[in-house]
């Protein structure tokens, strides 16, 4: 079964432009989630859909959004790009949208803002 | 405010067993523990779960005591290839459910 995918892997852009980031969830996984990583904040949850619904929400600013299909795929997206944007941003998919979260993650993008 | 922590690093031998501790605010009794091993430029891979006192697979074993404000995440004989960065993950039921990592704890398994 194949894992969770994320294109791009790479990706460099200037402040105040907008990126949009995609996540293909594990075939049969429902719930998708996003998190961003850095080497000051760590792993920190962005945000988490299931069956095209937001289900749950980070602590972070507006310019963060994301949205799933009803392919379960997702993309978020980032818009006026700041440099402390620069990170890890990882997608991780789970079967269902309980409590348990035994999540699959994908091997990230790697974001660069200059 | 949900807040996990966990010590930066840990070393250990081979064949050894090791505990990494995670402590949180008290969770609710069907607040899901999770753990998660993470290699460089890859994404965390999935150790263990549970929300019980103890619970063990072919990996690894979770333990959360009575008052749930920390858990273990428990590695029977440790090898080279378990050197790696640790996270746990608490899922903060309620109103609103949060998801916090822990800091990361950074195990250094030496020969």
């Known amino acids: 079964k194949a894992g969770v995918t994320q294109t791009p892997r790479y990706l460099i852009k200037t402040r105040g432009q907008q990126v949009t980031l995609s996540c293909s969830p594990i075939s049969g996984h429902r719930s998708v989630s996003w998190y961003q990583q850095t080497p000051g904040q760590g792993l920190q949850f962005l945000f988490e859909y299931f069956s095209e619904t937001q289900r749950n929400k980070g602590n972070f600013p507006g310019r963060f959004s994301g949205r799933q299909f009803s392919n379960s795929r997702s993309e978020m997206n980032v818009s006026t790009l700041e440099l402390g944007d620069s990170a890890l941003y990882l997608c991780?998919?789970?079967?269902?949208?309980?409590?348990?979260?035994?999540?699959?993650f994908g091997p990230g993008t790697r974001l660069t803002v200059t | 405010l949900a807040k996990t922590t966990q010590p930066i690093s840990m070393d250990s031998y081979e064949g050894q067993e090791v505990n990494i501790t995670c402590s949180h605010n008290n969770i609710a009794t069907n607040d899901y523990i999770t753990w998660y091993q993470q290699f460089p430029s890859q994404g965390p891979r999935f150790i263990i779960q549970?929300?019980?006192t103890k619970v063990t697979n072919e990996v690894a074993s979770l333990f959360i005591p009575a008052d749930r404000k920390s858990s273990t995440l428990s590695l029977p004989r440790v090898s080279l290839s378990d050197t790696a960065v640790y996270y746990c993950?608490?899922?903060?039921?309620?109103?609103?459910?949060?998801?916090?990592f822990g800091s990361g704890t950074q195990l250094t398994v030496l020969p």
């Open positions: 549970g929300y019980k």
């Open positions: 991780a998919s789970s079967l269902d949208s309980t409590s348990a979260y035994e999540q699959y």
């Open positions: 993950l608490v899922v903060f039921s309620g109103s609103a459910r949060q998801l916090t």
